[in-house]
DNA sequence: TAATGTGAATCGTTTCACAGCG
DNA sequence: CGCTGTGAAACGATTCACATTA
């Protein structure tokens, strides 16, 4: 029930954020061109969905011709909505919260944290950021005043539910939930659930049912 | 290329891994029994799935009646691996690292935390917990003389591969890797990828190519 | 009546096969 | 010869339909 009609695959998405930003990278080293086998190596993909996911979001590289990395870059960041920065904030101060809001990957990511919330003044005092903090009272009236799009969600699981309900009443719409808590709201908001207990169990699981593969 | 054949639809173990920690949470609040569709509502799965799972491992219900929460949650622990507690361990105690180190929801989850690594001696002196914490380089030989199993990893993505091939050589089973670096180990050790950026890479395109379904 | 068990059908994704181009 | 593009086949997972039982 009350999941999303996507028009692009889930698996595909997953996939094509981590090419793009292998292509930032890739860009960045100077390299000009990259073969739907080469991405795939490095990402773990087949070639074949490499191919398959790009001409999904209409991109026709030249038949024979590798990629050239820097117009399939902008394409992307065009089709995909990633080329404008998107404003986020944490809620939830505590270890999780402090470590998301000083996440050295988050500066040349193309999201801006513009905020942080939490229910204790104490912490909201103590913490050196740039970042502005408020009383979680507040987190619907400045999502919608500042426009922020997505939050991570990093309080304890009893006040998980709630928070994000604030954050839905003021109009966002996603959400990485940290907390184990399954999040009941309106469909217009998409969650992302990462739970390290679970992954931990998941992972617990897969050792002993995957009698894997070949080596390397 | 070199992913595993689980015996285990990996949606399923995903699903049943939620179901177990609820099943856990239903039989400390005293429910006796519950409905696949119950499960189903409280974590987001059709009661179908729910069904489908449990099959899946071979437990059987009683025809007509509900699952009593007791006998489910025992046979899940035994059959998915869940019955005894497993060692893991962090790597690399920045903000993210230290976080983990501290997580209070990691007590009651059958998962003990019997080691920290980093490189920076510094921070081994300055950080205050009951964890034994050591040097990176001997993060093979910890991890094989303690027999740990899973591993979560917060290095920079720099680093990331040597420590992980460190891991890997002392008998690592499982990897939680937070960092933006994909990893490349031998197929006998299992990952999961958890980055925050990606993340909101893929909530920002889902916001716009899930132009979703019901509300709530 | 409300629940589970299960084989069949449906749907979605990945892999394959091969045509076409540099 | 290596690479992309694309329709078809194979595979995997979810949903359905219905028999069955408290």
């Known amino acids: 029930m009350s999941e999303c009609k996507p028009q692009l695959p889930k698996p595909t998405i997953e996939r094509m954020t981590r090419i793009f930003h292998l292509l930032e990278e890739l860009e960045r080293s100077g390299d000009e061109t990259v073969s ?75 999201f801006a944290i513009v905020a942080g919330f939490d229910s204790s003044v104490n912490r909201l005092e103590t913490i050196r950021t740039d970042v502005k903090l408020y009383p979680a009272y507040q987190i619907t009236e400045i999502v919608r005043s500042e426009g922020i799009e997505l939050a991570a969600l990093a309080v304890p699981g009893s006040a998980a539910q709630s928070a994000a309900e604030r954050l839905a009443e003021g109009g966002i719409r996603g959400i990485v939930n940290f907390t184990p808590a399954p999040l009941k709201l309106p469909g217009s908001v998409q969650i992302l659930n990462i739970d390290l207990v679970n992954e931990l169990r998941v992972l617990t699981v897969l050792t002993q049912f995957c009698d894997s593969g070949e080596g390397v």
């Open 36 to 110: 739907s086998g080469r991405l795939g190596e490095l990402l773990g993909f087949s070639s074949h969905s490499v191919r398959k996911d790009l001409n999904l979001i209409g991109f026709s590289g030249t038949n024979g011709a590798r990629y050239p990395v820097r117009r399939l870059r902008e394409f992307m960041a065009e089709t995909l909505g990633l080329a404008r920065s998107r404003k986020f904030c944490v809620v939830g101060l505590g270890r999780l919260g402090s470590a998301i809001l000083h996440y050295p990957f988050l500066k040349e990511s193309g």
